[in-house]
């Protein structure tokens, strides 16, 4: 697929002219700062941002950093399977003309080999590292406390579990024991989870920590901030602690739960 087939499939899918500029500009850069993007879309740079800003709002592009060092990063093209996902439900050609796009795209996609990490700030930046683990493709490892979970977005977690267990997405946790970890527990068959508990004395949990794909995902409740990490090696790292913690918490968990009943 030749560059002017691209811009009219992008278009098509309902991106503006100087959106596609951007996006493509940055998939041939993997990140850059705005001035860069700008003079390789050959748009001015107070323009840039504003389409920038656009396109992380479709969550095509990531911000990292803040000014003066702010940088963007490009997304996998598969996003753009999300940012249509509405519109396919009403018309399933756009997921036809997706599928041909993304793997052209992901030819010109400039992906950096090293670590990236994102920092979200605010109720608004903890849902957003939570909406990324829907993405993964794997049963998710977490350690959480569920009352920090209630109390900090009460209104939002009753609706993510629901939606991690539509997308067929399960998750094996280590809990904190508590009364509302309990409580959670009782619908791991329905939500999807294995649970184990253990000591809340010994062992509270603050942050939460979820690991999935090549990512893990920080949760601080206190500091109202989501951090994400997407490494291979740091999570391959993560994902064997959890696995060494797991063995012993599944242990621990007939102690607890025992002693509870």
Same mark, same amino acid.
Request: proline fraction near 6%; aromatic fraction near 10%; charged fraction near 30%.
């Given at each position: 697929m030749n560059r002017d087939k691209l811009?009219?499939?992008? =278009?098509?899918? !309902?991106?503006?002219?100087?959106?596609? +500029?951007?996006?493509?500009?940055?998939?041939?850069? !993997?990140?850059?700062t705005a001035a860069r993007v700008a003079r390789l879309a050959g748009i001015n740079r107070t323009t840039a941002y504003d389409i920038l800003g656009s396109l992380a709002s479709k969550r095509l592009v990531t911000p990292l950093g803040k000014e003066?060092?702010? =940088?963007?990063?490009?997304?996998?093209?598969?996003?753009?399977?999300?940012?249509?996902?509405?519109?396919?439900?009403? #018309?399933?050609?756009?997921?036809?003309?997706?599928?041909d796009l993304v793997p052209e795209l992901k030819s010109i996609h400039?992906?950096? #080999?090293?670590?990236?990490? +994102?920092?979200? =700030?605010?109720? #608004? !930046?903890?849902?957003?590292?939570y909406e990324d683990t829907l993405s993964s493709h794997?049963?998710?490892?977490?350690?959480?406390?569920?009352?920090?979970?209630?109390? !900090?977005?009460? #209104?939002?977690?009753?609706?993510?579990?629901?939606?991690?267990?539509?997308?067929?997405?399960?998750?094996?946790?280590?809990?904190?024991h508590t009364k509302e970890a309990d409580e959670r527990s009782a619908r791991d068959r329905v939500e999807m989870r294995e649970s184990v508990?253990?000591?809340r004395d010994k062992y509270s949990?603050?942050?939460?920590?979820?690991?999935?794909?090549?990512?893990v995902m920080i949760a601080s409740w206190k500091e109202k901030m989501g951090i994400t990490i997407e490494s291979k090696e740091i999570s391959g790292a993560m994902k064997k602690i959890f696995e060494l913690a797991w063995s012993e918490a599944k242990r621990l968990d007939?102690?607890?739960?025992?002693?509870?009943?």
């Open positions: 811009f009219t499939a992008l =278009e098509t899918i !309902g991106l503006s002219n100087r959106e596609v +500029r951007v996006y493509l500009a940055l998939l041939e850069l !993997g990140q850059a003066p060092k702010q =940088e963007y990063r490009s997304e996998s093209p598969d996003h753009l399977i999300k940012f249509q996902k509405e519109r396919i439900k009403r #018309d399933e050609n756009y997921l036809v003309v997706i599928e400039a992906v950096a #080999d090293k670590p990236v990490v +994102r920092f979200y =700030e605010g109720e #608004d !930046g903890l849902r957003h590292v794997e049963t998710i490892r977490a350690f959480a406390s569920v009352e920090d979970t209630n109390a !900090g977005l009460p #209104d939002y977690f009753p609706k993510y579990y629901n939606r991690r267990t539509a997308a067929g997405i399960s998750i094996r946790a280590i809990f904190p508990h253990v000591p949990f603050s942050p939460e920590i979820n690991i999935y794909d090549n990512k007939k102690e607890t739960r025992g002693s509870s009943n």
